[in-house]
């Protein structure tokens, strides 16, 4: 009987160790350069294209686009041990609810948390990465 008990429970927190907070969305997007550097760390580097300024960090993987100055594109590949269900939104910072679509391989949300689109792609067996649009299409 204990042996089950320990069993459950360390089940019980390996699920809630996957669903934790990675990055807060929130808190970097539209922001600047130099605001989401004092969040996530110095970019690891960075790259202009013809939407504005690509930056790439560390902290969970995330490659930022900064559209008109402010962080806009927001790719977060470091989710790959999260579950693909609607608590991957946990691991980015954002409220947990039901997504706006649904199927296989993707779960979008729209207008949640100030942010337009949110959206997570299956990987192999949990989420494999994660696409925000803060601002512009």
């Known amino acids: 009987m204990k042996i089950n008990t320990f069993i459950l429970s360390f089940m019980l927190l390996s699920t809630t160790a996957s669903a934790s907070t990675l990055i807060e969305i929130t808190k970097i997007s539209g922001k600047s350069k130099e605001q989401v550097a004092s969040i996530l760390g110095k970019a690891i580097e960075c790259s202009k294209n013809k939407y ?18 402010k962080a806009d594109w927001i790719t977060v590949e470091g989710i790959d041990d999260i579950p693909f269900n609607k608590t991957a939104l946990k691991s980015l910072g954002i409220t947990v609810t039901r997504p706006i679509h649904k199927n296989a391989y993707s779960l979008r949300w729209s207008n949640i948390n100030g942010i337009k689109e949110v959206s997570i792609f299956k990987g192999e067996k949990y989420s494999d990465y994660a696409y925000i649009k803060v601002y512009t299409d």
Do not use: R
């Not at 504005?52 to 100055?69: D, L, P, R």
């Open 52 to 69: 504005g300024m690509k930056c790439s960090y560390h902290m969970a993987e995330t490659e930022i686009v900064y559209i008109n100055g």
